[in-house]
């Protein structure tokens, strides 16, 4: 025998039914939703602008200078312009002394100049400088004995300063008579200046006192003037210091 059902019974079954259909359902579904949710959450967050607080940029200034920073150059450029001034006194000053041929003051004046004055002065004095001092410079001391004055005498005739190593070899030759370098530098020295006769005096005078030179005469270029001159072969190729018999 069934039992009737009653209405109670049924909304009860079908209550359960529902929620039975509603735990059913697939998860993605809620998952879809949550999806959807985070989305539109990001896309709002990206739609929204990342602004930052804009930088001005200030413009640069001079800052203005201070009466008192105003004072302090300004004094000094009075203090250079004085400067400049009473250096260019005193280049004035030391020219007219170097152009009256006083060396020696205007060479003190120089010498402070180049030391203390502007650049443009201080350059034109160090040329003025020097041009003093090789006019203010003392001179050499005079040899003294033989072999000083041949030892100058040397230099001079390398040198070809000939009248000077002349005048220092026939001091040589008076202090002390009778060396045959001397005299052969002697007769050196006359050649190169054309002497015909005096070089071949000494010539004479260095072969008697040693007839080995004769070779070092032939192979001297300093004699080379004297070459065709039959008195001068005659000479150094007998060997000897023959007399010589000199021919106007």
Do not use: W
């Amino acid at each position: 025998m069934r039992m009737k059902q009653t209405n109670s019974s049924k909304s009860r079954r079908n209550g359960a039914s529902r929620s039975r259909r509603n735990d059913a359902q697939p998860l993605g579904s809620h998952n879809g939703s949550s999806a959807r949710e985070k989305a539109g959450s990001s896309t709002s967050l990206r739609s929204k602008p990342n602004r930052q607080p804009s930088r001005q940029v200030g413009v640069l200034t001079t800052p203005r200078a201070t009466p008192r920073a105003e004072a302090q150059t300004n004094h000094l450029q009075e203090r250079r312009a004085a400067q400049y001034a009473s250096a260019l006194k005193s280049y004035d000053a030391a020219t007219r002394l170097f152009r009256k041929e006083e060396y020696g003051k205007a060479r003190g004046i120089f010498e402070k100049l180049v030391a203390t004055a502007p650049p443009e002065l201080a350059e034109r004095s160090a040329v003025h400088l020097r041009l003093c001092q090789n006019r203010t410079r003392r001179p050499d001391p005079l040899p003294k004995t033989a072999a000083e004055c041949y030892v100058m005498g040397i230099a001079q005739l390398n040198s070809r300063d000939l009248e000077s190593a002349i005048n220092h070899l026939e001091r040589a030759d008076q202090l002390q008579p009778g060396r045959e370098e001397v005299r052969y530098a002697l007769a050196a020295a006359h050649a190169l200046q054309g002497n015909v006769d005096e070089a071949l005096t000494h010539l004479q005078a260095t072969l008697t006192l040693r007839p080995a030179n004769s070779f070092q005469i032939r192979q001297d270029e300093d004699f080379a003037l004297l070459a065709a001159d039959p008195r001068f072969r005659a000479l150094v190729y007998a060997g000897g210091g023959k007399k010589l018999t000199m021919v106007d």
